[in-house]
């Protein structure tokens, strides 16, 4: 077992939550979870919002923030509908560029170089946010019911320990 870990992406919080965390609170739950993805050998972390609501510009700029001395870079992504970042996408490809799945996740999950191997949901497994449309096909999921506001470092290494006990096989295939 023992999955090779490089993304996790944290997928949480509606937009009320998300409004309700100021500049330091961002900075305190981008250091945490950074550190604890990077301490499990990852070197990147996406946060994004899980409102059903669509009400963030696509052109909304998204946070990077640099954690853990360098060893992990923090991605927070508020854009909510999955099928709109997929279109934004595919705008941003370039012309000469091929349509394919490299080219599609390199755009989708920049400035990350590589698609999550981890996806934690805040919420229950009944229900998938509207903003995963491409992370289903090969990221493993993990729910967690703690609301975004109480979600932390313990949190992401339970979920990283549950990963690294399974045996991924990439939708149906055998590695």
């Keep these: 077992m023992g999955s090779t870990l490089a993304h996790v ?4 919080g509606t937009r009320r939550e998300w409004d309700a965390i100021d500049g330091p609170g961002w900075s305190r739950l981008a250091d945490e979870l950074g550190a604890a993805v990077a301490d499990a050998g990852g070197a990147w972390l ?3 919002s899980c409102d059903a609501r669509p009400d963030v510009r696509p052109d909304a700029p998204r946070r ?12 927070v992504d508020p ?3 999955g099928r709109e970042r997929f279109a934004e996408a595919m705008r941003r490809l370039p012309p000469s560029s091929p349509v394919d799945e490299k080219a599609v996740a390199g755009v989708l999950y920049e400035p990350a170089d590589v698609e ?4 934690v949901v805040l919420g229950p497994p009944t229900r998938l946010p509207p ?4 992370e289903l096909a090969y990221g493993e999921l993990v729910f967690d019911p703690t609301p975004l506001a109480e979600f ?6 339970t979920a990283i320990e ?3 006990g399974r045996r991924r096989r990439f939708g149906g295939l055998e590695q």
């Design 9 to 12: 992406m944290v997928v949480g």
């Design 46 to 48: 996406t946060i994004r």
């Design 64 to 75: 990077h923030f640099a954690v853990a001395g360098g060893r992990c870079t923090v991605i």
């Design 79 to 81: 854009l909510v509908d």
């Design 116 to 119: 999550p191997d981890l996806v």
């Design 131 to 134: 903003s995963l449309v491409w």
């Design 152 to 157: 932390g470092a313990e949190h992401v290494r």
């Design 162 to 164: 549950e990963f690294h």
